[in-house]
T-cell receptor
């Protein structure tokens, strides 16, 4: 599996955009970038994934650099309910899904 | 059911007893994962089933841990001779994983195991 590195924690003011970075410099051509989050005491929740194009859904946007060595998850208007641990994962096809320690995002009122 | 179902939701057991945790994946999902999450820690991969292939057991912490899956349906994780350090939330996930598919994994709500 390609490894990912994320900052251990970040703060964001409520209503502002939260930009969560992820480095995955050893990603290979068939591997996708996934983001999940885990709100306290709950199972992880899928947010978004992409291969090389930027993606957007109702929850977030995913920006992947042209060389695919890093990506940024954007929560456009963070709310208190977005406080969670955010995991960036890369995998392809049959690979198992492994989680690092993620980024603990604290949204501040 | 619509989602991944795990049972029991909570389990308290005495040290040295065996426990069995159950996971019902989403129908049709060929991939199934087990993870362990200790209090305040990240998700620790335990085992991965993919269709009829041999499971990836590389994350099982000791030979007291084992898991089985019947075809593409229910899975059980068994912990023998439980120890206090086994106390954690055990999470199961499934995904419709295949050679050309790259999809999300869906998680259950976990089983909280407490060894006293």
């Amino acid at each position: 599996d390609a490894k990912t590195t994320q900052p251990p924690s970040m703060d964001c003011a409520e209503g502002r955009a939260a930009n969560l970075p992820c480095n995955h410099s050893t990603i290979s051509g068939n591997e996708y970038v996934y983001w999940y989050r885990q709100i306290h005491s709950q199972g992880p929740q899928y947010i978004i994934h992409g291969l090389k194009n930027n993606e957007t859904n109702e929850m977030a946007s995913l920006i992947i650099t042209e060389d695919r060595k890093s990506s940024t998850l954007i929560l456009p208007h963070a709310t208190l309910r977005d406080t969670a641990v955010y995991y960036c994962i890369v995998r392809g096809g049959y690979q198992k899904v492994t989680f690092g320690i993620g980024t603990k995002l604290q949204v501040i009122p | 059911g619509a989602g991944v179902s795990q049972s029991p939701s909570n389990k308290v057991t005495e040290k040295g007893k065996d426990v069995e945790l159950r996971c019902d994946p989403i129908s049709g999902h060929t991939a199934l994962y087990w993870y362990r999450q200790r209090l305040g820690q990240g998700l620790e991969f335990l085992i991965y089933f993919q269709g009829n292939s041999a499971p990836d057991k590389s994350g099982l912490p000791s030979d007291r841990f084992s898991a089985e899956r019947t075809g593409e349906s229910v899975s059980t994780l068994t912990i023998q001779r439980t120890q206090q350090e086994d106390s954690a939330v055990y999470l199961c996930a499934s995904s419709p994983q295949g050679p050309i598919m790259n999809t999300e994994a869906f998680f259950g709500q976990g089983t909280r195991l407490t060894v006293v």
